[in-house]
Structures are given as C-alpha cells and as structure tokens.
C-alpha cells in the first residue's frame, strides 16, 4: 500500500459498523431511501459489468496505486491505522469485523483452508490493532490463500455485499446514474456506513441538506457537487484523509465533463499519480 491514509480513522470501528445494516439496504429501507427513480434506460448502472470494471480500477488507483484490482487479492499489511492488518481488494482489516467474516465466509465453503486456524484469533483481535495469535504466519497465509480461486470469489462476494451493492442500491434510489453511484461506493469504501458523522449515511445527510437528488426533483449536477462536498468536508476531519485528490482530481474531473454516465476515454489524477482508461 503506497498511502496509508486510504483507512486511518481515529476510532477503529468507523468505516466498518456496516454488516447489521445490510439486511436494511437489501429491503430498499436503508437511509430511508425512496423507491428508485427510473434512470436513464440507455445509460446502464454501476453495476453493470463494464462499469463494475472500471469502478475496481479507480478505487484501487486511490486504495493500491495501481489499476491492477485483481492483484490486490493477496495484498495484505498492517499500514499503521489502528485496524490491525489491511489486506485484499477491498482492505479487509483484522481490527473491524470485515475481514474475520471473510475468513468465515472461506471456510464455510472450503473447510480446512489455510487461514481457517486463524479464526480463532481473528475472533479475539476483532476491535483492536493487535496481531495477536496471527504473527508471524498470517501474512505468508493469506498470500497463500490468495492463490485459490474460492479465495478470491470469497473476496468478491463480501466486497460486494458489504460496500458494492448497498451503494449502487442507494445511488439507484436517489436517481443517480453510473458517476453518482461510484461516489456513493468510494464513500463506502473510505468511511463505511455507521453512524459516526463521517460515515456514508452521515455525509449524505449532509449533501441532502443543500440539495436534492433526481428522485427528489433535484439537478443531479447540484446534487453531486453537494455530496462531494460534503464528502470532502469528512475526509478532512481526518488528518489521515486531507488528501482529498480521489474526490478533487478524480471525482470531480467526471463531473465537471459532465460524464455522468462514467464513460471512457477517462483521465485523472490520485495523489498526483495519473491515470488511464481507455
């Protein structure tokens, strides 16, 4: 990991306090939201898998500095943010939850598995920075484990249950198209969906105090640039976070084109290392 301020928060479950709430986004109830507002027919989601692709690509230029998402399955380090050890596509952390029910999902569908040991002590760790009963073989398990194709499907699938889907859900609900619906999942992704100010769901509270969504009658423009800036306004209460290049060189460089639909050609910019997608 080239930046370390892609997790540090000062309180360790801050980004992660999402897994009791996805019963909620899966029902349409989460936030409150209202029912989707038909988006453009022509124009296809986040979710589609040509978008999904380039969605991976341009969190793992902020989370990784590469475009290489599929490379990050082995990833894993402690980067110093008081969440234990970092690691995958998504940044799994050991200190907040997400990664031990990774390591469960994994077992539960390949029983015997190299990191299935480790249960134990990642039961223990959870809400902390410690490493311990995963020292010292941990690392070399997981770059193990990432060899095996369950592994990494096991990856996906939390990846998307706990961050991809609940955002790309929400971002259909406000009527918003394939631009929308990303920021939304880097939010996520950054922030997680708890209820500490910073959080997803806090940072749109506070765009929708400005401005209004399409499925509200709003300009979708107006509403981006509200949700940005208050997506800016919660990375900087984090000194770890006022690198706000993700959202300032990237973000919004698709919404001042107008490129709502997050078509290639695109170019951008994260911590003054440029990109490509074609």
Known sequence: MSHPDRETAPVPFSRRTVV????AVASGALLGAPRAAATS????????????????????SAENSSLDWKAQYKYIEDI???RGYTAGIIGFCSGTGDMLDLVQLYTDRKPGNVLATYLPALRRVNGSDSHAGLDPDFPKDWRKAAQDTAFQQ?????????YFNPAVKQGKADGLRALGQFAYYDAIVMHGDGD???SFRNIRKR????????????????????????????????EAHSDTTRVDTEQ???????N??????LDWKVYGDSYHIG
């Open 80 to 82: 110093g943010d008081g």
């Open 196 to 198: 500490d100010p910073t």
């Open 41 to 60: 027919a022509a124009a296809p989601g986040l979710d589609d898998p040509a978008k999904k692709e380039i969605a991976m690509k341009l969190v793992s």
């Open 154 to 162: 096991a990856q996906n699938d939390e990846r998307d249950r706990v």
């Open 252 to 258: 919004r460089v698709f919404l001042r084109k107008g």
């Open 207 to 238: 765009a929708l105090r400005s401005a209004k969504p399409p499925a509200q009658g709003g300009d979708e423009t107006t509403y981006l640039n509200a949700f940005l800036d208050a997506r800016v306004w919660a990375m900087k209460q984090e």
């Open 20 to 23: 009791t709430l996805i019963g």
């Open 260 to 265: 709502l639909d997050l078509n290639p050609p």
